[in-house]
């Protein structure tokens, strides 16, 4: 950590800071936001960690005026390691809930002393610290932002039982769950309203825009200031809608679905949607070393890439969109979710791995050599020969994809990139932007392209989203 840069991050509350460390304040045995609207401790009665879950591990407990739990998700950059990275996604979606480390680590092919090494170096904690934190502050938002009982909100958080989880909030917050609610009842009004904080600045218009391009009908609804859709998970089906609050520095997201358990799982799908827990003032350092590129990212500050609500349902789009406009991939989209997707009173859903994995290729409004690879992609899925949760990194799934007949390395790439949220997916082979890259880099050819793409590791993603967005403003 640099101290020194942290440390006037602390004094100015610079809410650019939000999430990339937290403060623990030994007078008070507490930890804190940068942003929090206390009066600032003195230095000498501070310290400084990478995460939250390594200043609970030290002791400290969570703020009640700032509200660790809050702040935007654990930078990408922390997890550049893709063991890191891959385990803090597996734990976000509750992998050590109800497995060990022992589970979690032969998942991502590594032993658990290299694990906790990797854990300490990146985030300050072990990732037992981290699933506990993870658990206790979204227990924490449950209590806050909506009027779920006590006991579904432990179970939501991932916890076993109620009685482990008065136990663990008590130890930490020294109070029980029940004083945190200021007399509300416990009711329900159909739906869950939550929020998702994010570091600035961030352009949810660009987003917006690249989604509602994108979006299936019937599936998707996307306005200049929201983004709606149908959610299936498992049995259930809801609806959900996505909006910004700028002023506050976080997403509204309303959330319409019967099975509490799955609302941290729906969280962590919008974060992965909208990027929420991207750095742009990481990114922004690394552009600065080429000043084409940061050129570029100075017109469009905030850029994220845009992820995918279902890694399936950006597979399928990745090939449908081979050599296709984008108008036209997405009119594609939309009759395959009609001929072999579900209705519901709440709209369309999209179809499964083993519903494509029983489509006709010869029946589909596509070349049947693309009109296969879906039905071979959704076959291995469905037969569990082919997970987006399997492999260790995107560079193990990108060579699964490449097996297929019929996907190339510009389809596993946009696979990787938004269904894998990998930030540092490249698109060389692209030719928008190749086209963009002659015009604005003096590059030619796809070599060369990857090349100048070295400078920009490991946020090649975002810089690939740069250059799209130049596409527009060149002369046909």
Known sequence: MDNTLYEQARQSRDPRFDGRFFIGVKTTGIYCRPICPVKIPMEKNVTLYPSAAAAAESGFRPCLRCRPESAPGTPAWLGTCTTVRRALRLIAEGALDNGGVDALCDRLGVGPRHLSRLFNQ???A???AVAQTRRLHFAKTLIDQTRLPITEVALSSGYGSVRRFNDHFKSVYKRSPSSLRSGRKPVRDGGFQLYLGYRPPFDFAGILAFLQFRAIPGVETVTAHSYSRTVCIGNDIGHLHISDEADKRRLSVRIELAQ????????????????VTADPMEIHKCFAQDSEIAAMAAQ????????????FEIAVRAIVGQQVSVKGATTVMGRIARAYG???ERGLCFPTPLQ??????????????RAQAIKDMSTLIAQGQLSFDGPADSAALIEQLLTIKGIGPWTAQYIAMRAMNDP??????DLVLQKVARARLNIDGEKALLERSLRWSPWRAYAGMHLWRQAPSLKN
């Open 122 to 124: 990146h985030l300050g």
């Open 126 to 128: 072990s990732p037992i």
């Open 260 to 275: 509490t358990d799955e609302l941290h799982g729906v969280l962590e799908r919008v974060k992965r949607l909208f990027d």
């Open 300 to 311: 469009n500050p905030g850029q994220r890439v845009p992820g995918g609500w279902d890694p």
């Open 342 to 344: 579900s209705e519901s």
């Open 356 to 369: 494509l994995s029983k489509l006709e290729p010869s029946t589909m409004s596509m070349p049947i050599k």
């Open 424 to 429: 540092d997916a490249f698109l060389a082979g």
